[in-house]
């Protein structure tokens, strides 16, 4: 099974996602794109997940294509794309999932913390769908 976590910059959010998925899974079996990616992850991302042991440092982001949403089997958007942001090759998909997460960019360093507490738990209850 591939997950797929999707954003606009693929700095923060799906990133975090992406890294919380691997590590209860143990796999690579998630993966992040954003449809319009960032130069680099988020240092305040960085730094809330090795906080807790997890090191997405190393992590780039990336675009969407086509045969990534083609790859996955189920696609979560983190509540950031609309029909002008987002591809109509995503925006059609039957497997998408929507979280409404809030964007954290420009935000203190707690909202991150915020933000990273709520994905771990909407990965943990997604694992258990799956």
Do not use: H
Not at 4 to 24: E, T, Y
Not at 27 to 32: H, K, R, V
Not at 35 to 45: G, I, L, N, W
């Amino acid at each position: 099974m591939k997950v797929l976590f999707v954003c606009i910059g693929n700095s923060a959010r799906s990133q975090i996602a992406k890294a919380f998925f691997n590590f209860f899974t143990k796999s690579e079996m998630a993966d992040s794109a954003g449809t319009e990616p960032a130069q680099k992850v988020s240092k305040k991302a960085v730094k809330v997940m090795q906080e807790i042991g997890i090191d997405i440092s190393k992590e780039k982001p990336k675009p969407l294509t086509r045969e990534m949403v083609s790859r996955a089997v189920r696609i979560i958007t983190m509540g950031c794309l609309s029909q002008d942001s987002c591809p109509a090759f995503l925006y059609s998909s039957e497997k998408i999932d929507n979280w409404e997460l809030p964007d954290p960019k420009g935000k203190d360093i707690d909202e991150f913390r915020r933000l990273r507490d709520e994905i771990s738990y909407r990965v943990i209850e997604l694992i258990k769908e799956v």
